[in-house]
């Protein structure tokens, strides 16, 4: 079966860094399109970034400059880069693979790492 788990997620000061990885199991990941997704307490879950099975990345007005998502295919894993950390930032954080177009929606998701940015 497939499984996304996220780790990395924990307590950071505004202006610091973190990275969090996706690794996934029961599924052919190089050939899929992945993505990150936050939700902050009380908040719609929101889209973070994205990479084409391809390699083209996308990113949320909120986060370009400052996050990066990367992929490596043979570890079978997801990442992604979060620098200059900002309170709202604050939120779990998800992957996601395999996005169908039609449904414009992506197939499988993680259960989250949580991420705490302190002012």
């Known amino acids: 079966q497939v499984q996304l788990v996220e780790s990395g997620g924990g307590l950071v000061q505004a202006g610091g860094s973190l990275r969090l990885s996706c690794a996934a199991s029961g599924m052919i990941f190089s050939i899929n399109s992945k993505g990150w997704y936050r939700q902050a307490p009380g908040k719609e879950r929101e889209w973070v970034a994205s990479i084409s099975s391809g390699g083209s990345t996308t990113y949320a007005d909120s986060v370009k400059g400052r996050f990066t998502i990367s992929r490596d295919n043979a570890a079978n894993t997801l990442s992604l880069q979060m620098n200059s950390l900002k309170p709202e930032d604050t939120a779990m954080y998800y992957c996601?693979?395999?996005?169908?177009?039609?449904?414009?929606?992506?197939?499988?998701w993680g259960q989250g790492t949580e991420v705490t940015v302190s002012s």
């Open positions: 996601a693979a395999g996005w169908d177009i039609v449904k414009r929606a992506y197939r499988y």
